[in-house]
Every structure is written in C-alpha cells, then in structure tokens.
C-alpha cells in the first residue's frame, strides 16, 4: 500500500494525543509537534504509513521519555471490554451462527483505537457498536470462505491490533477451538497489544501468545523476528486484525483473512468500500 | 482567543484539500505539505488560529500559483445554497417567530465550511443540516437579547463567514428589514466569501456590501480597512457568523451577537458548549 499523505494530519494528533495523555504542558506540547513535523519532512517518499507512525511513535517515546505511552490507555480499554464480555458471551452463545458471530465481535473490537480519531472510552458506546456490527452487512464477506479454510486447519496464525480488542479476539479464537498462535508487538507502539496487553485480557489462556519482535505498527514481515517469518509461512491460516496489518500485508504473497472496521477514508478508499464498513477479506486467494 | 495546537493538524488538511482541488500531483501536495509544516514550526507562539489560516492560505495560494484557491467551491456552493432558497423561503413563511426562525437557518448555512472537515456538498445533505437546525435546541439563545438589541436600532453590521452560507444570511437580513451593511473578505482566504461570492448569492439586493479590506480569516480588526473600524465601532448592532469572527472578536470590547455551529472541538471547549452545538451568543453585552 503506498502513501497517503491524508496520514499527515493524523499522525500530528496522535502526537498531540499522547502527549496529553501523558501530562506534557503545552510547550512540551508544541516541542514534539515540531519534531513530529521534522520528522514528517523527513520520510521517504516510499514509506508506508505503518513505517511513518513508526517513527512518530519512536519520537513520541523519546521525546516524553517515557516507554510506553499508551499504558494506561490500553489498560483502560483492556477493563473495558472485559466488563463487556459476560454479555457477548451471551450474545454469542444464542447465535445461529457462532463463527459469524465471533467474527463480527472481532471486527467490532477493532473500533478501539487511538490511530483514527474517535475511540469510545465507555461501556455504552463500546457496546453500541458492537450491537451495529452484530446487525450491519459485510461490506466484504468472506466468511463463507474462511468456514472452508478453518475445516481441516490444525494452527491459526492470528495477527493482534490493538488492546482491549484483544478480548474480543479472545472470544474468536475460544470459538475457532483449533489451536492459535496469537502475534502481538514486541515493544509499545501507540496502542498495539503487547505481551503485557494479551495476558491482561486473558489471551494466555486460549492461546501461544507470541511478540513479533519488533514495535513498528501491522506486521511488516522484514522487521519480525525470523520466527515469525516462518509462523508466517507455515500456518495454515492467518486471520490478520485491523488498518495497520492490512497496509503491511495486503500485498503479500500468501492468503490472509483481514479482518477490520474500515475507520479512515484512506483505507477505506484502498479497500473500495466506504468508511465504517465490517470487512472480512480473504486476500491474496489466488495467490498461492 | 489563545492558539491551540489542536489546529495544526486540520491546517494540513485544509492545505492537502486545497492542492487536489487545483490539480495539484502528488509531489506537488507534499512539497505543499512541507512548505505548510515550515510555516506553522515558524508560528508566533501568540499567533491565533485565524492568523495562522492567514499565512497557510496564502502559501497555498503561492504555492499553487491561484488567486483563489476555493472558487470553484465556493461557486458550486452558493449554486446548491440557491436551490434551496425556495424551500427556506417556504419555512420561513410558515414560522411562528420569524426571527428565530431566520437566525436558526443562518445558522444552519455555517455548515457550509472547507475548514473542519465534512462540508455537505449535495443538496439532501445540506437540506438534512437545515432541518436539524430548526429544531435542535440553541446551546446558547441569546435571540431574546437579539431581538430587544433590534427594536430601534438604524443600521446592522453583518459579519459575513463562507461563501454559500451568504444565502442563508441574505434571509436573515431580510427578515430583519433594517439597513445592513454585510461585510465580506478584502481577498480570498479558505472558502471564506469575497465581493464577487456576495454577488453571485444575491446579497447586494438587500445589503450594501462592503469588503473589510484585507485577507485574513475572521474580522481582524487591526488588519481590516479604517473604514470597517469605523463602521464597527459605531453600528447600534454587531452581527458576526462563523468560527473565525468568533475568534477573532470573542475578546473585543463591544458587544457583538455571534451566529455559529460549533463545528470542532476547539471552539467548542473555547465556548463551554458540545460540538455539535448551535450557539446564539450576544457576548460583551455587559462591557459597554
């Protein structure tokens, strides 16, 4: 996916965003939006979003010298679905169709992040937006073609997004009921689950949870540790979460399920669907 | 107002949204990007918002090498305004308070706004605006004040804001029937209405029409033409639309009624309201 320069003035936010959430005074403020413009002055025209927020997080970090900034953020969000889950369980365990059902829970997960603007931070417009995405069409639907694909697979390769959507991921993946190797982060960057994250929310006990050693946002294969290349490689299916790990993987050689809330216009307009739409997207299909 | 660097993100955007509606290729929006990221690290830490759209507009202006950046928008809507002028003229007529009524679509034509994102461009979505704002309550309804401020008084001066929304103002000021003075920008600045935008939406049939003389967002009154001071200082009525007046004239030490839709997040915070919000505020009233 190449550039958009749309991602400009989001990244100036989420650099703004951070530093208030974690206590800088205006002119500390003002000091890191001007290094986040040097550094946005600074990127080469071939870079992908992924790899520029890569950078403005690195500054951010830096920058307020503190190592994970999203902390609390994430730790918030992580009690926040939490406190949701009794009721999807009940949503999901009245279902007609439970693998749908986990996959749209997932898909409404994903609305939990601090990238786009916007992330609801209480338990009724969390769960809001879980009802819509219980109701809403697919804008893109591939769960027929996951169901085949789940038949007969022996290891899951999922790509985590974010924290706090974890929990929701944690509900697939009890759904899924075939063993799962779950990928967050290895290190902070803006929201992105880390080791930390996944066992707040509970995902050791469903899955191998696993770093891909690196803190660069999506999954950008180049920068993951060897061993994930090859989990990369070997699994029998990867179910990839959110904005992030569609731009690194869309172009990739080998199928992935995205599964996303398309919550800017410029993914959105890569996809081919409108803004907000549910997407569950077999790519790469027939590729391999 | 004080600046808020909440603004510095939408500035590039407005600069992004300039380029591609002139043509502009890609490398040319990121040479604009960067020359409009060099012109905020360079901001006056005093500068307020309206003063710092100033200088970003004309490096757009520059930079694309356009006189008026917006006219073609401006153009189109002040057409899609017009279409709907019978249908105002409709509800207007059939109002049990006029006056209110006439303020509440004014109001509601501030929707119209290349600004904050999401100016609605085609007629149902402007016609969807206007109903919300016959009904949604006023945030803040100084309209009583408005309306004693009215009785006696000789002559209005009416602050213009966006092109377009000059429709939407020429009702107010006839339903007022009071001679106005309708003030518009001395240059073009963002979508913000000129002389010939003011012509085109019909306004010199019912106002005399004066320019402020300079190009800067708002009414800078320090920048403006000695003339506009004049007439500013002596009007028995001050009615001032849009964000940018507010901003530059929340602080003034006369009384003026300021017309708006709190359309982003800063402005509201700055008037104490939810975005969202229709505010009819009679500020200053007590200092004179």
Redesign the interface.
Known sequence: MRVF??C???F??QA?EAARMNGAG?AQ??EL??RA?DV??DVP?GATPPEIAHRIHRLVKEALGVADPYLQAKRSSTRLALRLLPRMRQVLAGAPDRLECAVRLAIAGNIIDFGPAGTPVDEDRLWSTVERALEQPFAIDDVPVLRGKLRGANRVLYLADNAGETVFDRLLIETLAIPTTYVVKGGPTLNDATLLDAQEAGLHGVADVIDNGTDVPGTSLSACAPRLRGDFARADIVIAKGQANYETLSDCLRPVCFLLKAKCEVIARDIGVPVGSLVVDFAGLTQV
Chains 1, 2 share one sequence.
Do not use: T
């Open positions: 320069l749309d400009y003035p989001c100036l936010r703004l205006e403020q003002r939006l001007h413009m946005l002055q025209a």
